[in-house]
């Protein structure tokens, strides 16, 4: 949406946040009206008395390279340090244990620094994709689930980014000699003999450098490793980030420049010997390259996550004024001052429909039908005002499933939570149900501050829709239950 969009017909310099949706026009506050139906707040057109809808912006109005201008901050915010802190204590701990146990000891050790690497390597990438800047350390309340499977990915994905160009080395180069070469190349970057000058192996080496940012998102999206396997999905999926991959692509090579930098002053700290300070710092000194990775592709499916279906794309598109409200009022429609020559308003005289009273109520059902298909979001608001007093089983889920997204997006929670709460109980085993109750648990969480009432639902989820993407999404929001 271009900026000459947004502007106010009336006051060219106003941001609009509503647009009419009988004559066009572009309301900031000032020329929008307020109106109330029951427990529904509606917006009208303070200029000719038509219904409105909300104007959004899709989070991709302030570009993604733009965004990275200031991503550098990140590891340096107040809850940026108090994770590098922690995490770095951790990893020294357990990187100490390691050098210092039984032999037998050691694989799992290593394998569990790894894990908590990764875990919180990936758990920054969905909080930046979320827009949560928390940096919360991951709960390894499950040693398997929380640290060794991330760490798997981690691995996963590095190896097959590096497999094709160390394959091709050792069959282009044979013998013993040149195998072992190959293998020091690979673990301490010295190169055999000629193998600098194949074309075949850096072509390779690019291929590899290109698909690496793509294995990691979908290593923490946590997508099935078919699809790090399948070209043409990752292909695909480029292409939905667009040009922005190739800036994630640049800006990763420019931090790997960094990150070998940092590990030669880490091998300096650690020579100092200070006992267990050296080896706090050295970590702390390594993490900080890896922390800006994850959030500059965290950023990357934050800007453009719905290109590639990642999350719901109602998410990625927010009100241009936020939950401003009209300067101004007026009397709730029906009332005195208010005149709408409408047969829906008309038959809302009092005493003239009960619920017992099934010819109303079946016009207004089909009615609400037509503004839920044409996504007339008043009108659909409107009538589903009308028709409170029904059984809920009345109406579709899949319009009160409307019903609860166009509440949220209008700010009216109550009615929100009440909606998808009826789109869940009227048909429990439709799709509709599990995409309800995840939008449920983020209106209970994220505007009405109920986190345990959000985490309830979310559970639920995890518990009654297994193997589905609402379940996926839920365990990313949810805290595990202790056993």
């Known amino acids: 949406m271009s900026s000459a969009s947004i502007a106010c017909r009336q006051h060219p310099r106003e941001l609009a946040g509503w647009q009419c ?58 809850a940026g340090l108090q994770l590098l802190v922690a995490l770095s204590i951790f990893l020294g701990m357990v990187g100490w244990l390691a050098e210092n146990s039984f032999l037998v000891m050691r694989p799992p050790l290593i394998a569990f620094y790894g894990g908590l690497f990764w875990a919180t390597f990936f758990g920054l990438v969905r909080e930046t994709a979320r827009g949560d800047t928390s940096l919360d350390i991951p709960d390894f309340s499950d040693i398997f689930r929380d640290a060794l499977l991330p760490g798997l990915r981690g691995l996963l994905v590095f190896l097959v980014a590096g497999l094709p160009s160390l394959v091709y080395g050792l069959w282009a180069h044979p013998g013993g000699s040149a195998k072992l070469d190959m293998f020091a190349w690979f673990i301490q970057w010295r190169m055999p003999p000629g193998l600098t000058a194949d074309p075949v192996f850096w072509l390779l080496v690019g291929v590899g ?49 960094v990150h070998g930098a940092a590990h030669v002053l880490a091998v300096a700290v650690r020579a100092l010997g200070l006992v267990f300070i050296s080896r706090f710092l050295a970590e702390a000194i390594t993490l900080v390259v890896p922390f800006l990775a994850a959030h500059v592709l965290g950023l990357l499916l934050y800007v453009r996550g719905d290109r590639v279906g990642y999350g719901e794309p109602s ?24 005149q709408r020559d409408t047969p829906a308003r008309e038959a809302e005289s009092p005493g003239e429909e009960t619920p017992g009273a099934p010819v109303g109520a079946d016009e207004r059902l089909a009615a609400l039908a037509l ?66 109750l995840v939008m449920l648990a983020r209106v209970l969480g994220e505007r009405m501050n109920d986190a345990a009432r959000a985490e309830e639902v979310y559970q639920y989820v995890q518990h009654r ?7 996926r999404f839920a365990s990313e929001r949810s805290r595990p239950r202790p056993d």
């Open 209 to 257: 450098c290109l698909w690496l940012p793509m294995g990691l998102l979908l290593a923490a999206s946590e997508h099935p490793v078919s699809h790090m396997l399948n070209p043409a999905m990752v292909l695909r999926l480029a292409r939905g980030l667009g040009s922005d991959y190739l800036v994630a692509c640049a800006a990763l090579a420019g931090l790997l420049v």
């Open 315 to 338: 998410d990625y598109v927010a009100p241009v004024l936020g939950n401003a409200q009209p300067s101004r009022g007026s009397a709730p429609l029906g009332g005195a001052g208010v």
């Open 465 to 471: 829709y297994p193997d589905t993407q609402a379940a």
């Open 21 to 78: 949706q009988s004559c066009g026009a572009s309301l900031c506050p000032e020329c929008a009206v307020g109106r109330r139906v029951q427990t529904v707040e509606l917006v009208g057109c303070g200029l000719c008395g038509g219904d409105t809808e909300v104007l959004h912006l899709h989070r991709d109005v302030v570009p993604f390279t733009r965004r990275l201008r200031k991503a550098w901050r990140y590891p340096f915010s107040a």
């Open 371 to 436: 503004a839920v298909g044409g996504r007339d979001v008043a009108r659909a608001l409107e009538l589903y005002a009308a028709l409170e007093q029904l059984p809920a089983a009345r109406v579709p889920s899949e319009h009160h499933l409307f019903i609860g997204q166009a509440a949220a997006v209008e700010g009216n929670f109550p009615l929100a939570v009440t909606a998808l709460e009826r789109a869940a109980d009227v048909a429990p085993d439709s799709p509709t149900a599990p995409r309800a």
